[in-house]
């Protein structure tokens, strides 16, 4: 069983910065696949940033520059640095995983992972 307990969201001003963190446990190995995903009210769940099993990272077009992605395999752990935040990055984060099969890619979509956070808020007001 796949667990993955997100933590750091918060309320803060435009222009500041927040890391955002992502514990899992269970069976995730390096061959997992490790995302973040944001949603804000009434929008569709939108990848932020990706973090293949080979180091390689992917991020959304409106956050490159200001998003850092990261892992730390010896604390289970994933990071998502914010920084220069704006009111457009307020929504619901969440981390996902999934298994990369041999020969297979990573993907940006919501629908194309399997384990999922519960979530933590970020609110970035002017």
């Known amino acids: 069983q796949v667990q993955l307990v997100e933590a750091g969201g918060g309320s803060l001003q435009v222009g500041g910065s927040l890391r955002l963190s992502c514990v899992s446990s269970g069976y995730i190995d390096s061959s997992y696949c490790m995302a973040w995903f944001r949603q804000a009210p009434g929008k569709e769940r939108e990848g932020v940033a990706r973090?293949?099993?080979?180091?390689?990272?992917n991020y959304l077009d409106s956050v490159k520059g200001r998003f850092t992605i990261s892992q730390d395999n010896a604390k289970n752990t994933l990071y998502l640095q914010m920084n220069s935040l704006k009111s457009e990055d307020s929504a619901m984060y969440y981390c996902?995983?999934?298994?990369?099969?041999?020969?297979?890619?990573?993907?940006?979509?919501?629908?194309?992972?399997?384990?999922w956070g519960q979530g933590t808020q970020v609110t970035v007001s002017s």
């Open positions: 973090i293949d099993p080979d180091g390689i990272t």
């Open positions: 996902a995983a999934e298994r990369r099969e041999s020969g297979g890619y990573c993907g940006d979509d919501h629908d194309e992972y399997s384990f």
